[in-house]
T-cell receptor, first 115, second 118 residues
């Protein structure tokens, strides 16, 4: 297992278009997280899955954002009708549910630019 | 709500010297975890060190150690014998202890950009 994979690495889209990102977590990790990071800021929590259930969602997440994790494996994050303010790095992370002292494994992120 | 504050946007250190990065946090919880993550330019974030709040002993990982002051809600990172590869953005992060119903999210500070001068 090579860690958490995210695809694509970079995405440039026109305002108003829909985009979808994919995250493949470490196979034995049942927890998956999405974060958003803008320039000069720390990552902000977006949403959390335990297996296929979406258990927590940030109030910052507008209804243009939706995430899924079918079958508790990979996850997708879709942004509809993109806006320039959506430009950011979108990070995915995973962890196991064994306490693990809270440690996550992060992916390399998908950088979204909305023009 | 919990918050994490890193008041040093940028720091610089000479190779082989020691540097300390500051972090303060605010919480009403008594059990939690604290972390330092390193994010090199254009590379993924990796865990440097973690501290459980119920442990009084400060965590150490090779050249990295923390000074955890629970009463003061302070959690600084000391990097000894700095190396060029230590240059990165460093984030302090907080997570609630995983009691039933507790959030699983990490709360990050704004980061400190560390430069290492040869």
């Amino acid at each position: 297992d090579t860690g958490v994979s995210q695809d694509p690495r970079h995405k440039i889209t026109k305002r108003g278009q829909n985009v979808t990102f994919r995250c493949d977590p470490i196979s034995e990790h049942n927890r998956l997280y999405w974060y958003r990071q803008t320039l000069g800021q720390g990552p902000e929590f977006l949403t959390y899955f335990q297996n296929e259930a979406q258990l927590e969602k940030s109030r910052l997440l507008s209804d243009r954002f939706s995430a899924e994790r079918p079958k508790g494996s990979f996850s997708t994050l879709e942004i509809q009708r993109t806006e320039q303010g959506d430009s950011a790095m979108y990070l995915c992370a995973s962890s196991s549910g064994l306490g693990t002292l809270g440690g996550y494994t992060f992916g390399s992120g998908t950088r979204l630019t909305v023009v | 709500a919990q918050t994490v504050t890193q008041s040093q946007p940028e720091m610089s250190v000479q190779e082989a010297e020691t540097v300390t990065l500051s972090c303060t946090y605010d919480t009403s919880e008594s059990d939690y975890y604290l972390f330092w993550y390193k994010q090199p330019p254009s590379r993924q974030m990796i865990l440097v060190i973690r501290q459980e709040a119920y442990k009084q002993q400060n965590a150490t990982e090779n050249r990295f150690s923390v000074n955890f002051q629970k009463a003061a809600k302070s959690f600084s990172l000391k990097i000894s014998d700095s190396q060029l590869g230590d240059a990165a953005m460093y984030f302090c992060a907080y997570r609630s202890y995983p009691y039933g119903g507790a959030t699983n999210k990490l709360i990050f500070g704004t980061g400190t950009l560390l430069a290492v001068q040869p």
